[in-house]
């Protein structure tokens, strides 16, 4: 029998995965809340830091393999992994990606979140909106006894039938004791593919949907991956469980 290339967690564990990941949910409220017109990037990751020190946890995100702030703060055509800056700010009818993780009792929970800063045009929402849906019929095929397949394939074939495309450079992945574990989860693929979905598997899952081609660039800084064309990009993420009978968003509200 090959080799399982993942941990299937303890219900002990998915107990301490849910509570970091409820530090999650609440940090995300906030930082939705406080979202405004001229606002920098950098209170953003303030509010970050400073509630989740005050809950009992740790900022996943800060020094991990170097990365300077606590959250993930990515605007209009960044996709992902943009760093926080007292000299960005936020205008009114931006897309703003904000992508927080925290650490708990020796476990993570991460999660993002796209919103509108003030007005947004008639495109870009629909483009959040898309993203969104898109999760959804994600954590829906996560269903104990489908593949990781399953989920890419109702990714791709829902946004793609909407008219955006699917980012390849980037997917979500398992998360435990360690920010970053196997497998890794694509928001593309086909169904019946891929490792069997099995109760006690915590994955992060988080399409990343752009208006325009798929292709990324790395921006100077090592960190910031934005679209090659310049089209907007969308990003959710929530932590997830599979469970024998579904599965359950930790990242979420009570179950």
């Not at 409820?22 to 950098?42: K, M």
């Not at 793609?160 to 497998?183: K, M, Q, Y």
């Not at 100077?220 to 932590?239: I, M, N, R």
């Amino acid at each position: 029998m090959a080799k399982q290339r993942f941990d299937l967690k303890s219900p002990e564990e998915i107990a301490r995965i849910r509570d970091a990941c409820q530090i999650v949910r609440q940090v995300l409220g906030e930082l939705r809340e406080a979202v405004r017109p001229g606002l920098a990037t950098s209170d953003l990751d303030r509010i970050a830091v400073e509630r989740t020190r005050a809950l009992g946890a740790a900022p996943a995100f800060l020094g991990y393999r170097g990365y300077p702030a606590a959250a993930c703060i990515s605007i209009n055509d960044e996709i992902v992994h943009g760093i926080p800056s007292p000299d960005r700010r936020l205008n009114e009818g931006d897309i703003v990606g904000i992508d927080f993780g925290a650490l708990l009792n020796g476990f993570y929970g991460d999660a993002a979140i796209s919103l509108g800063v003030g007005a947004v045009s008639p495109k870009a929402q629909r483009l959040m909106d898309v993203t969104h849906e898109a999760l959804s019929r994600a954590i829906l095929a996560a269903q104990p006894g489908r593949r990781l397949g399953d989920i890419g394939a109702a990714v791709q074939g829902y946004v793609e039938a909407e008219g955006f495309s699917v980012v390849r450079d980037f997917v979500g992945h398992g998360i435990g004791r360690h920010l970053h574990e196997p497998p890794h989860v694509p928001n593309y693929g086909s169904r019946g593919t891929g490792d069997l979905l099995l109760p006690g598997m915590v994955l992060a899952i988080e399409p990343m949907v752009n208006a325009g081609s798929p292709e990324t660039t790395l921006l100077g800084d090592g960190w910031t991956a934005v679209t090659a064309d310049g089209a907007l990009s969308a990003h959710f993420e929530h932590t997830v469980v599979i469970t024998a009978s579904g599965p359950e968003i930790l990242t979420g509200g009570p179950p």
